[in-house]
């Protein structure tokens, strides 16, 4: 699929430091690793904890979603949490709005109960 969204869990329970050098640190770094696989094919980038949004639509510029992924950090997020069904719900938005199909890949720490039982609902 050459159009991906990528959900990325921003929330407190992301700067745990089981994995080096966090929890967060360590998503980021997956995502380098994903863009660079991904080169030349669009991507975008959705944040979530406690309520979500859309960082980067879809694009081609790999170094623009890395930018803006480095500076993410709990603090900047309204609200803790985890809003995964909201974050989906978006990126069917933003994928319908640009009229095509793509792919939807989640980077988190843990689903909350509350929010697989929505998604499970969604179906």
Same mark, same amino acid.
């Given at each position: 699929? &050459?159009?991906? !969204?990528?959900?990325?869990?921003?929330?407190?329970?992301?700067?745990?430091?089981?994995?080096?050098?966090?929890?967060?640190?360590? @998503?980021?770094?997956?995502?380098?690793?994903?863009?660079? @696989?991904?080169?030349?094919?669009? &991507?975008?980038? !959705?944040?979530? *904890?406690?309520?979500?949004?859309?960082?980067?639509?879809? &694009?081609?510029?790999?170094? !623009?979603? &890395?930018?803006?992924?480095?500076?993410?950090?709990?603090?900047?997020?309204?609200?803790?949490?985890?809003?995964?069904?909201? @974050?989906?719900?978006?990126?069917?938005?933003?994928?319908?709005?640009?009229?095509?199909?793509? *792919?939807?890949?989640? !980077? @988190?720490?843990?689903?909350?109960?509350?929010?697989?039982?929505?998604?499970?609902?969604?179906?």
């Amino acid at each position: 699929m &050459t159009h991906a !969204i990528v959900l990325l869990k921003v929330s407190g329970t992301m700067l745990g430091t089981d994995v080096q050098p966090s929890r967060l640190g360590r @998503a980021k770094h997956k995502l380098r690793d994903l863009l660079q @696989a991904r080169e030349g094919l669009s &991507t975008g980038l !959705i944040v979530y *904890s406690g309520s979500a949004h859309l960082v980067m639509p879809l &694009t081609r510029d790999d170094r !623009i979603v &890395t930018a803006m992924a480095e500076d993410l950090t709990p603090e900047l997020m309204p609200v803790d949490g985890d809003a995964l069904a909201e @974050a989906l719900t978006l990126a069917e938005s933003v994928l319908e709005r640009a009229g095509v199909a793509g *792919s939807v890949l989640v !980077i @988190a720490d843990s689903v909350a109960p509350a929010q697989a039982a929505a998604l499970r609902s969604q179906g």
